[in-house]
């Protein structure tokens, strides 16, 4: 089993749970639903921010694949 499995789903669920709390699925109401805004910013930052992690990666992968295509024979 790959080991950042857990880590992977971990951020859509938090997204999930706190639209979930943003809608009042459970018992709150008013400005208490405000109280899931937090888990909902900083879980869409973490997606962010691995998004931008995932492409700087590929631009190095790419890089590397040239300068081996490049060398020297």
Known sequence: MNTRLPL????PLLIALALFGLMGGGQRQGAERLQAMPALFIAAG????????????????????????????
């Not at 992977?8 to 951020?11: D, F, M, S």
């Not at 040239?66 to 020297?72: D, R, T």
């Open 8 to 11: 992977a789903l971990a951020t």
């Open 46 to 73: 973490l997606l962010i921010a691995r998004a931008a992690s995932y492409g700087r990666h590929r631009q190095r992968l790419l890089r590397a694949v040239k300068e081996l295509e490049s060398g020297p024979p």
